[in-house]
């Protein structure tokens, strides 16, 4: 069971960038996928999931209307669509499965490598 994020990089305030979430070894859609990010010095913080089956969605207050999670089950990844991004969303930003419906990090079982956002001008 394999989880990677990717699509980080540098943007400007106000800009836009789309993270994938790739699964190997495993159906992504029989798993919660939640997005998490850890800013230097900050505790991880729990942004947003997407249920398993239903495709029921969460966002922490801190990113909605602003990030909207989805899910291509044909190409069994996830993606974190984060528009209006701000300094304030500058961490390293990890993807994580679950069989529980929760944003609770402590309940995810696999983890994948993390991608570096960096909103600045």
């Known amino acids: 069971v394999q989880l990677q994020a990717s699509g980080g990089g540098l943007v400007q305030p106000g800009g836009s960038l789309r993270l994938s979430c790739d699964a190997s070894?495993?159906?992504?859609?029989?798993?919660?996928i939640g997005w998490f990010r850890q800013a230097p010095g900050k505790e991880r913080e729990g942004l947003s999931y997407?249920?398993?089956?239903?495709?029921?969605?969460y966002y922490a207050d801190s990113v909605t209307g602003r990030f909207t999670i989805s899910r291509d089950n044909a190409k069994n990844t996830v993606y974190l669509q984060m528009n209006n991004l701000k300094p304030e969303d500058t961490a390293v930003y990890y993807c994580?499965?679950?069989?529980?419906?929760?944003?609770?990090?402590?309940?995810?079982?696999?983890w994948g490598q993390g991608t570096q956002v960096t909103v600045s001008s």
């Open positions: 997407i249920a398993k089956l239903s495709g029921w969605t």
């Open positions: 994580a499965a679950t069989n529980m419906a929760t944003i609770r990090a402590e309940e995810y079982d696999y």
């Open positions: 070894g495993f159906t992504l859609d029989y798993f919660a």
